[in-house]
C-alpha cells in the first residue's frame, strides 16, 4: 500500500512579512512511524510542493502571491507518478487553511476513489466544518496524529470499518459528520522512530532554513522536537489544544542520537528545538545538555519559540551554555498587568528582568516576544508594553500583532466581541487583519512597525552606559561573536530578524 503525504504550497499576502518554513517535522514524524510499525509493508512518500517550488512566487490576485509548486497540471503528474492508495495533508496553519483545500480538490480530481486525509492544528479544531463543507476531504485525524493514521490507514488497506477509531472525524453513508472521540496522547515519546530525513530533500532545506532562521549563528541548521506539550493556559495559544497541557519529553540518548544523524550525514552545524516547552523540567534540559556536551559536537543550539527562560537559573544557564546555546528568547508577551492577567501567562516582570541580567552577563544573546492588540487593549496599555521592551535590557525585541488563531480561546473572545474579520485568520502576525474595542487595524500595524523601528534607536541610548556597553561587547569579542552581531545589524536592516 502507498500513502502520500503532502506539504501543501502557501499564499499570502503581498503586504505581509514571509516566514519561510522549516522541514516538515510533522509530516516526517508520521511517515517514518506509519513505514516502521507496519514493517515496510506500508510505502509512505512525502510530496513538499512547498520545497519543490519554494524560489517561485505566483501572482494570485491584485494583493496575493504564492510560493511553492502549485501548477494543476504539474501537481498531477506527481500524483500519477506516485499512484497513492491515501493521500493525507498537513493543515496547520489557519492562514494557509484555503491552499489546503484547493490541493484537496486537485488530488480528488485526479483520484476521485481515493480517500483524502487532513492532520494538522487547523484541521482538528474545524473538523466538522471543513467535512461539512468540502466533499474533497473524506478524513481528518484529529490533534496527535501516529497511531491514528496508522489504524486509519490499515482500516482503510483492510476496508474494515472505521467507526471504532478514535481521534478522527469523518462523513458516515448517510453524509452526517462524526466525530470519534479523542485518543489518549502517547505516554512515552521514546517509542516513536527518530524522523527519517531521507523523506525530504535535506540539501533544499539547508538552503530554505537560511530565510526560516536568518539570524542563526551557523548554517546550516536543522530543526528538532524534544518534548511535546506545555502546561501552561494562555488564551491566544492552541497548543494546550492540540499536544495537551500535559508536557512530555523525550530521552536525551535519543535527542543526541537524532543530533548525531543530522551533524554526521547532513554536516549540520546548529540545531533549533522547536518544542513548544523545553524548559519545564530543569534536571532534564540538565541531562539533555549533559548528554549534548559528552557527544563533543561543535554546533549552536537555539530555542526560537520562546521558551519560558525565567524557569532556570544561574546553574542551569550556564551549563546550557558549555552545551551550546547561544541565544534565549523570553516570551513575555506583555508588561500591561490587566492584559497578563487577561492572557493567563504565569508571567512575573521582576523575576524576568533578573534573569535577563544574568543571561547577558553570561554572554546570551537575548530576544523577547511581544504582542499586542489582545481586544481589550488601549495605546496606552501597548505604550506600556513597547516601553518595557526598550528598557528591559535585551539584544533586540520581536512586536507581534494579536491573532485569533483557530483553536485558540482568543479565536471565541474575538467573535463574541464581533472583531473577526474574514481576514483576520492571515497568516502574517506582523499586519493586522481585524480591528480592537479600541484601535484599528491600521492603527495597529502602524504601532507595531513604530515599535520595532524606534528599538534600534533606544538599543543605542541603552548602550551608552558603560556597564550596559562592557557587557555588550563581551560578546562580540570573538570573530564568531563579531560575525553573528553582524549578521543581525544586516537582517535587522533588511527587515529579515523575523525568527
Not at 522549516?22 to 506500508?42: D, F, H, N
Not at 517550488?53 to 506527481?78: F, P, S, V
Not at 546555546?325 to 490587566?338: C, G, K, T, V, W
Not at 487595524?441 to 550596559?468: C, D, Q, S, V, Y
Request: net charge positive; aromatic share 10%.
Amino acid at each position: 500500500m502507498r500513502v502520500l503525504l503532502i506539504q501543501p504550497f502557501i499564499t499570502s499576502g503581498k503586504d505581509e512579512f514571509f516566514q519561510a518554513l522549516s522541514e516538515p517535522l510533522g509530516l516526517l514524524c508520521l511517515a517514518t512511524y506509519v513505514e516502521e510499525i507496519s514493517g515496510k509493508q506500508i510505502e509512505v512518500e512525502i510530496l513538499d510542493l512547498f520545497a519543490l517550488g519554494h524560489d517561485k512566487i505566483t501572482e494570485r490576485g491584485e494583493n496575493r502571491i504564492r510560493r511553492g509548486l502549485c501548477d494543476k497540471e504539474e501537481i498531477a503528474a506527481h500524483l500519477n507518478r506516485i499512484k497513492p492508495d491515501i493521500i493525507g495533508i498537513h493543515s496547520n496553519f489557519t492562514g494557509y487553511a484555503e491552499d489546503v483545500i484547493e490541493i484537496a480538490g486537485i488530488c480528488k480530481s485526479v483520484f476521485p476513489r481515493i480517500p483524502i486525509t487532513l492532520g494538522g492544528a487547523h484541521a482538528s479544531y474545524d473538523s466538522k466544518s471543513i467535512l461539512g463543507k468540502y466533499q474533497s476531504v473524506d478524513y481528518i485525524v484529529r490533534k496527535e496524529g501516529e497511531e491514528t493514521f496508522y489504524e486509519l490507514v490499515n482500516s482503510i488497506k483492510t476496508g474494515s470499518d472505521v467507526g471504532g477509531i478514535k481521534g478522527i472525524s469523518f462523513r458516515n453513508r448517510e453524509g452526517k459528520v462524526v466525530s470519534n472521540p479523542d485518543r489518549e496522547l502517547i505516554n512515552d515519546l521514546n517509542t516513536l522512530p527518530i524522523p527519517d530525513r531521507t523523506l525530504i530533500d535535506m540539501g533544499i532545506y539547508k538552503e530554505i532554513n537560511k530565510q526560516s532562521f536568518p539570524i542563526a549563528m551557523s548554517h546550516p541548521v536543522a530543526t528538532i522536537m524534544a518534548s511535546r506539550g506545555c502546561p501552561y493556559n494562555c488564551i491566544f495559544c492552541s497548543t494546550k489544544n492540540m499536544w495537551g497541557r500535559k508536557w512530555r519529553s523525550r530521552s536525551p540518548s535519543r535527542i543526541v542520537h537524532e543530533i548525531e544523524g543530522l551533524v554526521t550525514n547532513y554536516g549540520i552545524k546548529e540545531i533549533v528545538f522547536y518544542d513548544d516547552q523545553f524548559l519545564v523540567d530543569r534536571n532534564w534540559v540538565s541531562e539533555v545538555c549533559d548528554a549534548i556536551i559528552s557527544g563533543g559536537f561543535n554546533i549552536s543550539l537555539a530555542l526560537p519559540a520562546g521558551t519560558s527562560v525565567w524557569l532556570a537559573d544561574k546553574d542551569l544557564l550556564l551549563k546550557m551554555k558549555r552545551a551550546g546555546f547561544y541565544r534565549l528568547n523570553f516570551p513575555i508577551e506583555s508588561a500591561n498587568p490587566d492584559t497578563i492577567k487577561f492572557i493567563r501567562k504565569p508571567i512575573n516582570l521582576d523575576k524576568i528582568l533578573e534573569v535577563i541580567r544574568i543571561a547577558n552577563r553570561l554572554g546570551f544573546w537575548t530576544t523577547a516576544n511581544f504582542i499586542i492588540g489582545f481586544p481589550h487593549e488601549t495605546e496606552e496599555d501597548i505604550k506600556r508594553t513597547i516601553r518595557f521592551a526598550y528598557h528591559c535590557g535585551i539584544d533586540y525585541a520581536f512586536f507581534f500583532i494579536a491573532k485569533p488563531f483557530a483553536g485558540a480561546e482568543l479565536y471565541d473572545i474575538f467573535k463574541k466581541e464581533g472583531l473577526l474579520s474574514e481576514s483576520a485568520a492571515s497568516a502574517s502576525v506582523f499586519v493586522a487583519k481585524n480591528d480592537t474595542l479600541h484601535l484599528k487595524a491600521g492603527e495597529l500595524t502602524r504601532i507595531r512597525n513604530e515599535a520595532e523601528r524606534g528599538f534600534p534607536k533606544r538599543k543605542i541610548i541603552w548602550l551608552l552606559n558603560p556597564f550596559n556597553l562592557i557587557q555588550f561587547i563581551t560578546k562580540i569579542l570573538s570573530i564568531k561573536g563579531f560575525k553573528y552581531s553582524f549578521r543581525i545589524f544586516m537582517s535587522i536592516v533588511h527587515g529579515k530578524h523575523k525568527r
